[in-house]
Structure formats: structure tokens, C-alpha cells
């Protein structure tokens, strides 16, 4: 398996759903999408940041009246749905689905036209950049795939070559399949955002309960819930590898330092 990345950089005006995030800085966003075939693809894209952000994020992204977003300098024919899959406060999720790929120069679908099929689309965004990583089985006519990228991007947005190498790791966030509650998750922010978890701490979970206007024992089973499932989905993966007891694994030696 073969992994090629690249990044995007836009400036503003270019683009409805990065000005957002330009607007936001604490915005970001993880996707990960497919070709279903040459001419389809579909992508699901988790944001998070403050609600304000996100309603716009919602607007641009699901809104009928909103400008789509065009990376690319030629019009774009392809019909687009969009989905609302999650909302709250701090997040929501969009679920998109892409036909007639063959009208487009987007990323995307120059990568339906011209690499194999069965590869995998990752993407971030934070503030002006997009950033992307592209799984494939092979690293066939990605010479074509850039140029023709190069080629076709809207003035206003900048490609920024990565490298093209060996897949080493699956890189997926574990603490995104941590399912929390609304409320959990919104009280977590809070927590961060007044400085519970600094150190020294900059609020105690009375503070905290009296600023949320919510009892204080509530505040404390939703921090030890929230805590408890995203300490859990963190080491869920290296506890199915690794069956030591856990006292045998902290008092683990560490590897013998040897001289160059």
C-alpha cells in the first residue's frame, strides 16, 4: 500500500467552507472519503469548533442557497448531496455524496480519472490549509495526477507536494470512535476552555458547576463519564496487543542505552 500527500493552501475569498475556517482558527476538520466508481464519490467530515462556526459551516455545507465551494478554475457539473449526520453545540458531521465526477477537475476527481480505483482519501482542515493523504495500491499516473492538479486549481489556491512513500501506519484517530453524550462532550469543552485540567487548576468543579448554571455532581459524573470512555478508547487498541498485567508493564525496564 502506497500513501501520497499533499496540502492545499487558500486565501481568502477562494473558497465558502476554508473562509470559515480563516474566520475560526479554533475550527478543524477530519474527513475520509472513496470513489465509488470513476464518475462517484462520497465523504464524511467531522468539524469541530464553536457554534457559531459550525452553523455557518452548516449553512455553506447543506444550505440550498449558499455558493458550493469550486477549487478548481473550470465549472464544475457534478451533482452534489449533502447529509446532516450529527449536530451539537461543539461538532457536526456531514455525510456528501458526489455524482458525475467526469465534469469536474476537483481533487477528487482527478483522482477517480486517473489513479486506480480502491484508494482512500484523508483530509484535515485548519485555518488557510487542507491537507491531504491519499492511500492507494499503487503509485501509478500520480506523476499525471499532480500535474493535471497543478493544472487545474483556481488562482488563489496553492499545491504543496508532500512525499509519495510506503503506508507505515493507518493513521486514525482512536479518540474519534469514542462516543460521548452531547452533554458530556459540551461540559468537557467547557472544562478545557475555563482551565480545569491546567495545572495549577484555574477553576474547581464548583466554579465550573456555578458558571454552567447545572449542580456540581453533575458536572463531576459527566467529566468522570467523559474521562472514563476516552481514557478507555485510547488504550483499547495497545491493550488488545499487549496482555501483560498492568503492573508488569509499568515497572517495565527500559531499553539499555548503547554508544554510538
Not at 475560526?24 to 464519490?41: E, K, T, W
Not at 473550470?74 to 447529509?83: P, S, W
Not at 483499547?236 to 517495565?252: G, V, W
Request: charged share 30%; with cysteine; glycine share 4%.
Amino acid at each position: 500500500m502506497r500513501e501520497l500527500t499533499f496540502a492545499l493552501e487558500f486565501k481568502s475569498g477562494v473558497d465558502p467552507l476554508m473562509d470559515v475556517c480563516l474566520e475560526f482558527p479554533q475550527l478543524r476538520a477530519d474527513s475520509i472519503g472513496s470513489a465509488v466508481r470513476r464518475d462517484r464519490f462520497w465523504n464524511v467530515e467531522r468539524f469541530v469548533g464553536p457554534d457559531d462556526a459550525l452553523e455557518r459551516v452548516e449553512r455553506v455545507r447543506c444550505g440550498t442557497d449558499t455558493p458550493q465551494a469550486e477549487m478548481t478554475a473550470t465549472a464544475c457539473g457534478a451533482d452534489r448531496h449533502h447529509e446532516l449526520l450529527e449536530r451539537s453545540p461543539s461538532s457536526l458531521v456531514t455525510y456528501s455524496f458526489v455524482e458525475r465526477l467526469h465534469t469536474c477537475n476537483s481533487v477528487v476527481a482527478l483522482a477517480a480519472r486517473h489513479l486506480d480505483l480502491g484508494h482512500v482519501f484523508q483530509a484535515q482542515r485548519r485555518e488557510e490549509c487542507q491537507e491531504w493523504r491519499l492511500l492507494m495500491r499503487s503509485e501509478a499516473n500520480v506523476d499525471v495526477f499532480y500535474e493535471a492538479v497543478g493544472e487545474h486549481l483556481r488562482d488563489g489556491i496553492t499545491l504543496h507536494i508532500g512525499h509519495l512513500g510506503e503506508v507505515n501506519r493507518w493513521d486514525f484517530d482512536s479518540l474519534a470512535t469514542v462516543s460521548l453524550s452531547s452533554k458530556e462532550r459540551d461540559t468537557l469543552r467547557a472544562a478545557i476552555e475555563y482551565g480545569y485540567y491546567e495545572t495549577p487548576r484555574e477553576v474547581t468543579v464548583s466554579e465550573l458547576a456555578d458558571r454552567l448554571n447545572i449542580p456540581q455532581s453533575t458536572v463531576s459524573y459527566r467529566l468522570r463519564q467523559a474521562e472514563a470512555a476516552l481514557a478507555e478508547g485510547y488504550f483499547r487498541e495497545s491493550a488488545q496487543n499487549d496482555t501483560r498485567p498492568p503492573e508488569e508493564r509499568i515497572n517495565e525496564d527500559p531499553p539499555e542505552q548503547t554508544d554510538a
